[in-house]
């Protein structure tokens, strides 16, 4: 039967924790209070009594373990890495600048990537798990990633981005920590204080994705506007300095296409330059790009006007947010960049990664994720 460690919800998930579960009796989520930093877990998935499906998100519906079958009698054990943070900052010395908070926005307020407490979600058709051990793990390698509400964590259903379910391509032996946000711009994730968090406990071995550009490109909000090929590179530049200062490896990724089709089914660019500022900064850093600009293109084409909506939130009205269908494809394409790429970052990747073309993308119709 469950039990949950009486003093889980005293204090912070600091010691390896045990839960076991009665057959038939996995719980739909488990929260408990857990200290900031990375953590693997051990599943043991199955059944003694009935077939399973079991679907594994963490935190703000990071996509973990997608769909995992067992037989009844059949048992499965799977680790997985999952980072948790607080938004939290150690104070600056005296008479240094700075602040002690990330400064969340109203939509941040409650939801589970921004809190002390560490969280997992079991569904699918039929979810079964029997025990979770949970280790506190920082010495792991950590993918950060930075941007907009193109790549952030969506807390709430249907939509999502293909941040959320990036993690789904690794092995456990590395963690990601997703900081991109809603709104967020370069300047206003600096003035924000995300940089500084992230920056905060990043380490020699990491890696930092930036993805940048719908928001940075609006002239309507002059105080975060910058200018494709002066400002907008400068400060791609800042991230990309950052993060070397702390032996990270940074990784530019060009912001994928708004679904915007011409009269012959193409796909119109309205990223203006920013894509190729991308680009110019990376030829000139000698940073590792992944084009997703380009490769949204042949997947939003592939799709067609017709078929393409459902990749899009809201069915279609949205054309610049996705849904999950959508945001997995995404992810697809942006792990096919670090497939193909000379990142040491590839041999992290799950065993099951395959190749993919993103001309080719699954049937939107038979694909499902629960």
Not at 54 to 71: C, D, Q
Not at 74 to 100: D, Q
Request: with cysteine; glycine share 6%; hydrophobic share 40%.
């Amino acid at each position: 039967m469950l039990w949950l460690l009486l003093f889980s919800s005293l204090v912070a998930l600091a010691a390896p924790v045990h839960f076991e579960y009665a057959d038939g009796a996995t719980p739909p989520t488990v929260t408990i209070p857990a200290e900031e930093g990375n953590y693997r877990v051990l599943l043991r998935v199955g059944s003694t009594s009935k077939n399973c499906l079991t679907t594994v998100r963490a935190e703000s519906r990071r996509l973990m373990i997608e769909k995992l079958p067992t037989a009844a009698g059949e048992f499965k054990e799977v680790t997985i890495a999952v980072n948790v943070r607080n938004s939290r900052l150690a104070p600056p010395p005296a008479n240094a600048p700075g602040g002690t908070e990330v400064r969340l926005n109203a939509r941040e307020k409650g939801v589970l990537h921004w809190d002390d407490q560490f969280s997992l979600e079991f569904t699918g058709p039929h979810p079964c798990v029997a025990s979770v051990d949970i280790v506190k793990a920082d010495q792991l390698p950590t993918v950060f990633i930075a941007g907009d509400s193109t790549v952030t964590d969506q807390p709430r259903e249907p939509n999502a981005s293909w941040g959320q379910m990036f993690t789904r391509f690794f092995r456990s032996e590395i963690a990601v920590a997703n900081h991109a946000e809603s709104g967020e711009t370069m300047k206003s994730f600096i003035t924000g204080m995300r940089l500084d968090k992230l920056l905060s406990y990043m380490k020699s071995g990491d890696y930092l994705f930036l993805q940048f550009g719908h928001n940075d490109q609006k002239e309507i909000w002059p105080q975060t506007y910058v200018e494709a090929f002066t400002t907008y590179k400068a400060y791609l530049k800042v991230f990309i300095a950052e993060a070397r200062r702390r032996g990270a490896t940074p990784v530019l990724v060009t912001s994928m296409h708004r679904r915007n089709f011409d009269e012959h089914g193409k796909i119109r660019n309205t990223l203006g330059d920013y894509p190729e500022a991308v680009r110019q900064v990376v030829r000139e850093e000698k940073v590792a790009l992944i084009d997703l600009h380009a490769m949204s293109a042949k997947l939003y084409e592939a799709l067609g006007p017709e078929k393409s909506p459902v990749a899009f939130a809201g069915n279609g009205r949205d054309a610049t947010h996705h849904s999950a269908y959508g945001a997995y494809e995404l992810a697809k394409c942006v792990i096919e960049g670090v497939r193909t790429s000379d990142l040491g970052l590839k041999k992290f990747l799950a065993e099951d990664v395959k190749p993919f073309d993103p001309s080719k993308p699954d049937d939107p119709e038979t694909w499902r994720l629960k």
